[in-house]
């Protein structure tokens, strides 16, 4: 098996488009890190120049144990005013009313640990809070998933379907090895191509925001509070989580577009619905949660995104993280129960 997956990886990597895709690949990750510091992004730092007479001082900037404070005062303070509100009984939300108190006990935490570099998320629209770009960065490096996933659908719609149209195939099953094993040592190859690529592309990501931003923030933490209880999360240990959850959506776009590829041996029919999945999953899984098709719980896109269900916030009422496993774990049987019929047991 190991001889038979090694043969993939010198057919694979020696073609001119693997090689460019990786390239690409690897030229986003190096993008992705120095992001902020291209120039049409840089905030507008320019002011008008103001004469100060001899006893005008500048005002000082607050330090930022000041500006700590005077955050959690301020949510503090919303916190008092809806439960003085509640007292002299005016209707209060009681939702707000606990988004409110989590707040406050976020940037309390924050305070008491003086966390300079920190990661909360709006409660009302959901968008990251934070003052460090490498927090920032690093959180939205899932994209780099999106282009892995995306190299890993042409590999595996074309691992098959290009050495079927090409003839080359038939060199393969001449040897005295069983077609399910030929078939599982290039799926093999993919599965172990991708893991290399996630663990690779994360940990490049890592070194290079450090060296861009400074490794100091990696000290931060992900706060995060429900029910009245708040926990902090190292922010790489959050970022490295986010990060490997979000891989799920490829895994599964990959063996659909690899059983595809064994089902109708055609690269272009498995490597464009491949993408099409991946790319219209999600848009696909809005409309139907959006319209209440409460069936749509079961298809494969409204499952993948693991991270947003496991924060509580799935795309269809009631769906749990072990639902979405499940279906998962059916999906890819299923996948590849197809790629093996399709391999095994159609005439070359």
Same mark, same amino acid.
């Given at each position: 098996?190991? $001889?038979?997956? $090694?043969?993939?990886? !010198? $057919? ?20 992705? #890190? ?6 049409? &992004? ?20 607050? +330090?930022?144990?000041? &500006? ?26 009681? #939702?707000?009313? %606990? ?17 300079? %570099? ?24 899932? &994209?780099? !998933?999106?282009?892995?996933?995306? !190299? ?32 599982? +040592? ?21 070194? *290079? *925001? ?5 490794? +100091? ?95 509580? +916030? ?10 979405? !496993? ?12 197809? #790629? ?9």
């Amino acid at each position: 098996m190991f $001889k038979l997956i $090694k043969n993939e990886y !010198v $057919k694979l990597l020696s073609r001119r488009t693997s090689q460019l895709l990786l390239l690409l690949l690897l030229l986003a990750a190096i993008g992705l #890190a120095f992001f902020f510091h291209l120039p049409f &992004i840089q905030s507008d730092t320019s002011y008008e120049t103001v004469a100060l007479s001899s006893e005008e001082t500048p005002p000082e900037e607050p +330090s930022p144990e000041q &500006i700590l404070h005077e955050r959690t005062e301020s949510a503090r303070t919303e916190y008092e005013s809806l439960l003085q509100q509640e007292k002299k009984g005016t209707p209060v939300d009681q #939702a707000a009313l %606990d988004n409110a108190r989590d707040a406050l006990l976020e940037v309390q935490y924050i305070e008491d640990h003086q966390l300079t %570099d920190s990661l909360t998320y709006d409660r009302d629209y959901g968008y990251a809070v934070t003052d460090s770009r490498l927090i920032l960065t690093l959180i939205n490096s899932p &994209i780099l !998933v999106t282009l892995t996933a995306l !190299v890993m659908i042409v590999f595996a719609g074309g691992i098959i379907a290009n050495e079927s149209s090409q003839g080359t195939i038939k060199f393969l099953l001449i040897n005295p090895v069983r077609r399910g094993k030929i078939l599982w +040592s290039k799926f093999l190859c993919c599965l172990s191509l991708l893991a290399f690529l996630l663990f690779f592309l994360f940990g490049l990501e890592v070194l *290079l *925001l450090g060296i861009s931003y400074g490794f +100091s923030g990696y000290a931060g933490e992900y706060v995060h509070a429900a029910e009245g209880v708040v926990t902090g999360t190292p922010i790489l240990l959050y970022g490295f989580q986010q990060f490997m959850l979000s891989a799920v959506n490829p895994l599964l776009m990959m063996t659909m577009a690899f059983a595809i590829s064994s089902l109708f041996r055609s690269s272009a029919l498995s490597i464009a619905l491949g993408l099409g999945g991946l790319l219209g999953g999600s848009m696909i899984t809005s409309i139907l949660a959006e319209l209440g098709v409460d069936w749509g719980r079961y298809l494969v896109f409204s499952n993948t995104g693991l991270a947003s269900i496991a924060q509580g +916030s799935p795309p269809f009422v009631g769906q749990t993280l072990t639902f979405a !496993v499940i279906v998962l774990a059916v999906y890819m049987a299923v996948f590849l129960l197809i #790629a093996y019929d399709g391999f095994t047991r159609r005439e070359v």
